[in-house]
């Protein structure tokens, strides 16, 4: 089994008013073999992500935590307008075949959200 999987994850931001963030983003992937620990989303891409309406795609290695069971999103809520609506959310990973795919449309400011 490979310590090591490279992961896809879009991320689909709100159409609404207000619906982009200039916050700092995180992410964790939960499975049957661990967790990715937090990965920081906006050092993946530059500047800029989050907008409304963006559908964006982060790659990145990270540990093979086998099937995904949850994923969890943070926000540090920082700067003007920090309100973010989640829309969706994917992770596709290179050591397992099923897709952890899921339609969210949650408002964050700061804080967390728990997506089985
Ligand atoms: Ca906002």
Do not use: C, K
């Not at 982060?58 to 999103?73: D, K, L, M, P, Y």
């Not at 540090?76 to 829309?87: A, C, I, K, P, V």
Request: proline residues 2%.
């Amino acid at each position: 089994m490979p310590a090591r999987a490279e992961f896809s994850v879009p991320v689909r931001t709100g159409t609404s008013d207000g619906a982009d963030t200039d916050s700092n983003l995180y992410l964790t992937i939960h499975g049957s073999l661990g967790n990715t620990g937090e990965i920081r989303l906006n050092a993946l891409r530059g500047n800029d992500v989050f907008e409304r309406g963006a559908n964006e795609v982060f790659t990145f290695q990270a540990a093979n935590v086998g099937e995904i069971t949850a994923v969890v999103v943070r926000s540090d809520g920082q700067f003007m307008g920090s309100s973010w609506q989640l829309d969706a959310i994917s992770v596709r990973h290179s050591q397992a075949g099923a897709v952890f795919e899921r339609g969210v449309n949650r408002w964050m400011d700061g804080g967390q959200v728990v997506i089985r």
